[in-house]
């Protein structure tokens, strides 16, 4: 029941749908290109990555002091179909702004 929560919980918010989105088309994304495509604070910005974490949508790789976000890859069923859901919507996504070296 935690799990599912959790889940339905991560997705009550137009931005984390955005950036599951986004994520999901542009692959991994350091948190610098995720703040400069937002156009969002670090800090607001990383609530919504923490909740979306938290829920187990996406997952983290930190490399010295940088922090990748991507799509989970051990997504169980209800999260697969939510996303899938998620890429059928018409959202409007901002384009991608890297703003570091990968």
């Not at 930190?62 to 996303?83: N, P």
Request: charged share 30%; proline share 1%; with cysteine.
């Amino acid at each position: 029941m935690d799990n599912f929560l959790k889940t339905t919980s991560a997705l009550n918010d137009e931005t984390r749908i955005r950036i599951i989105k986004f994520l999901n088309i542009n692959g991994t994304c350091c948190v610098c290109d995720l703040e400069n495509s937002f156009d969002m604070i670090q800090s607001r910005l990383s609530r919504h990555l923490k909740i979306l974490k938290d829920a187990d949508f996406l997952k983290v790789d930190r490399v010295g002091k940088w922090a990748y976000y991507s799509i989970s890859t051990h997504l169980d069923e209800f999260k697969q179909s939510v996303i899938k859901e998620i890429m059928a919507l018409n959202i409007d996504l901002p384009e991608l702004k890297r703003a570091c070296e990968n």
